[in-house]
């Protein structure tokens, strides 16, 4: 028999949860019968809702765990007291090896704090920085650091370059991924001080695909395929970029609703427009993985529905097959390396 | 005679330039009266342009400056050699009192700089800003600052918020502005050290009606009037915003094009479509003034075109009619006003 990948799954965690996640979870061995997914929760609503679908036995098991980490709890101090909640004990078995990763959508700052205190850095790994991949008009980029740290060093932004390409290389098979650092012009002397210091690092770099700056309006275009920022930039582009994404798909929808005219139009250029935005959709590709860590944790959007569960869990399968892991640790920890 | 607002305009700065920079003076002068241009560049070729348009002659004069700064070249140097550009010519005549605000689509670095150095600042201002609008569901956001000084300290933030305030309200006509600091999560407890640091000192600030932290998700939505930030967070915010901005329309555009059944329902879409960008577009209210200057300075886009210059030839003269540099002495020179 071939060997099992592992999921463990916060059954308890985002705006969905636990129907969607259980759903995603469902599809996931459904489409492929080497996974083997835990799903992590109170056992009873866990349970309720999986009978009401059918499914591989075999494949899910219920992990119980009675509490829950809400999102506007202090993450530090939640992580810290709620030892029973679907986050800690899915953590838990990433670092004790039950698992090989761990997928939520609960609260960010808890699946930070957690991934970094219990799941624990890799050696040699300054800051595991968390790395979604966004749309563009050619695919996705991805985009390091986004939230995990801020206020960081040159250094913790040269570990997000390294890391960035090998995950883009191996997991979304881009070869010699080209890495660009945000900047608020092309040139080599712009910037603020954290990215004057950082550029020369990442040139002189030799197992990156330095391509110099990238300004923020290039990002949508695909001019990169690992964009390197701090985590406070980076999180306002991501969040940015969805807020600008909604709000101008709110407008031309209400647009479109505003004549009988419009409305007719609408009606036929309907299939082209959903094609088109599902292009423009991120979630196709799975959650955001914490780089950097001795195990794979995942963040999916908090409004995961089940297509993100499903392609976060499956991810997790690429992220194992192509031991990314080993190559972080070889690439970075250097003779530190396990 | 009512007294007239007399605007220099760098006839030379921007990608349609000349053309379409005196046909933005052209209608300025059409629409209002009370409005003096001096069209700033080479001589021959603006009064070859002009020649094509007709006009009220008294109202538009041309200024000779034969050099003309590039995009490419570095700020400071070119300030200080090219004495006869149309950049700093503009900028002398606001210094001198000939004229009450400049207005360039020029490089963006050498407005910047000719700013600080040429025009100078009020009394009192650490740093003069870069406040562009922005363009939201609700009508416009004023972003500040965008691109002037990066690394800012919490002080100039301070500032920021407070000269935002003053222009929103005097200038757009938002009784009571909503100061927002951009953040990466609505709690206090949130975001990096400058922000952590700026919060309480926005908090306890009189003069301005402070509602917290905005997630960039929610500038959109226009959930702020006035949106504080550092300069490099905001010249992402500004850029990015355009990115998604184009490249969703050009998918839109392009998805629409796809089949014949999509190319129909475009044609029937398509008046409410523009209808609905055009609230969307921030070139409606002109360019973004450089604030706390000892006269008014004004960037326009690269690619204004003439509506935009109009707008921000018009701009000028709510800013000169409000007394918005005197508002701003009152509120931030304090006992250091002149």
Do not use: W
């Not at 965690?13 to 759903?23: L, M």
């Not at 036995?57 to 030892?83: C, G, N, Y």
């Not at 695919?139 to 913790?156: E, F, I, M």
């Amino acid at each position: 028999m071939e060997e099992m990948i592992k999921v463990a799954v916060d059954a308890m965690g985002g705006d969905h949860a636990p129907a969607e996640v259980v759903k995603g979870a469902i599809d996931a061995v459904t489409l492929r019968r080497d996974i083997k997914v835990y799903l992590i929760g109170r056992q009873e609503i866990v349970k309720e809702e999986l009978a009401k679908n059918s499914y591989q036995d075999s494949q899910i098991e219920i992990i119980h765990a009675p509490e829950v980490i809400e999102t506007a709890e202090p993450p530090v101090l939640a992580i810290r007291k709620k030892k029973q909640s679907s986050i800690v004990v899915g953590m838990h078995m990433v670092k004790d090896k039950e698992a090989d990763a761990f997928v939520s959508a609960g609260s960010s700052g808890a699946v930070l704090v957690g991934g970094q205190v219990i799941v624990g850095r890799i050696k040699g790994v300054e800051r595991p920085p968390l790395a979604p991949l966004i749309p563009t008009q050619k695919g996705v980029s991805l985009l390091v650091d986004c939230g995990a740290n801020v206020d960081a060093r040159s250094s913790h932004l040269v570990q997000f370059a390294k890391m960035g390409s090998i995950y883009m290389e191996n997991v979304l098979n881009i070869p010699n991924p080209r890495v660009a650092i945000v900047n608020i012009g092309a040139e080599e002397e712009k910037g603020n001080a954290l990215v004057k210091e950082t550029f020369p690092l990442l040139k002189n770099c030799p197992d990156i695909n330095f391509v110099g700056s990238i300004e923020a309006r290039d990002i949508p275009r695909g001019e990169a395929d690992v964009i390197v920022c701090e985590a406070f930039v980076g999180n306002v582009i991501l969040k940015l970029y969805e807020g600008v994404g909604a709000t101008m798909l709110g407008m031309v929808k209400a647009g479109l609703m505003e004549t009988l005219q419009s409305k007719i139009g609408a009606l036929l250029v309907k299939p082209a427009l959903k094609k088109t935005m599902k292009s423009f959709d991120a979630s196709e590709y799975g959650g955001a993985p914490l780089l950097g860590l001795n195990g794979l944790v995942v963040k999916t959007h908090g409004s995961s529905k089940a297509k993100e569960v499903t392609n976060s869990i499956i991810q997790c399968v690429t992220f194992k097959e192509q031991e990314i892991n080993e190559k972080i640790k070889r690439n970075i920890g250097g003779n530190h390396g396990i």
